[in-house]
């Protein structure tokens, strides 16, 4: 564990990039369509406690072990802590865990979070959608971006992606809450999967287990 978290500080280092160039692999939007239009409530349904003991509000990062390999993400919890707080603490209490990447489009994005795996379903912690953080400083620059995936203004839930490439068109309509800082040849390898229809993988990509630090 001492290992991830002198590999969340590398990060820190990054996280002030200025946006690059538009990625000309897709123009798509990541959405979550059909989603229960709950309202978000002021405090999070799910326990906060966990087996590891951290709380997930003030936890630097998390470790997802795929079925292709590990991914270390850094957490951007100061610049948007309710987005941060609702993803570690689906993570500690493990409703990512055996959850699919139901959406994978080559240079774009790979998408996952739904527990049903359709791409519809999956709620917050906070009882539904809650509200987009958006921070001036947090922008889709690069590959590797941890984002919330929506259905349009906030309308966040569990669904999230991570971008395979510069992606500046999303800026300002998803929120930006993290950065792969380890294993993103494992992102490669996911986003260069076979695919189906709705770019659904032919086999299954599944997040195995998660974990928060």
Do not use: W
Not at 42 to 56: A, W
Not at 165 to 178: A, C, E, I, M, S
Not at 179 to 198: C, H, K, L, N, Y
Request: hydrophobic share 30%.
């Amino acid at each position: 564990m001492n290992k991830l978290k002198k590999i969340f500080k590398h990060d820190n280092a990054d996280k002030g990039s200025t946006a690059a160039s538009s990625s000309a692999a897709s123009s798509s939007t990541p959405t979550q369509s059909n989603y229960a239009s709950t309202q978000p409530t002021t405090q999070p349904t799910t326990q906060s406690s966990t087996t590891s003991g951290i709380d997930p509000a003030s936890a630097s990062g998390v470790l997802l072990t795929t079925n292709y390999g590990p991914i270390t993400i850094a957490l951007y919890k100061d610049q948007v802590p309710k987005t941060t707080r609702n993803f570690a603490t689906l993570c500690a209490t493990h409703k990512y865990d055996n959850v699919i990447f139901h959406r994978i489009i080559p240079g774009f994005m790979i998408q996952g979070g739904d527990p049903t795996g359709t791409g519809t379903g999956g709620k917050s912690i906070y009882g539904g959608k809650f509200e987009d953080e958006f921070d001036s400083s947090l922008t889709h620059a690069a590959k590797g971006v941890l984002s919330m995936a929506n259905s349009g203004p906030n309308t966040n839930g569990s669904q999230f992606f991570i971008t395979l490439g510069p992606t500046p068109h999303l800026n300002g309509k998803h929120t930006v809450f993290g950065q792969v800082v380890d294993g993103m040849e494992v992102v490669d390898a996911i986003g260069s999967v076979r695919t189906g229809e709705q770019d659904r993988p032919v086999k299954d990509v599944m997040i195995l287990k998660s974990e928060v630090f």
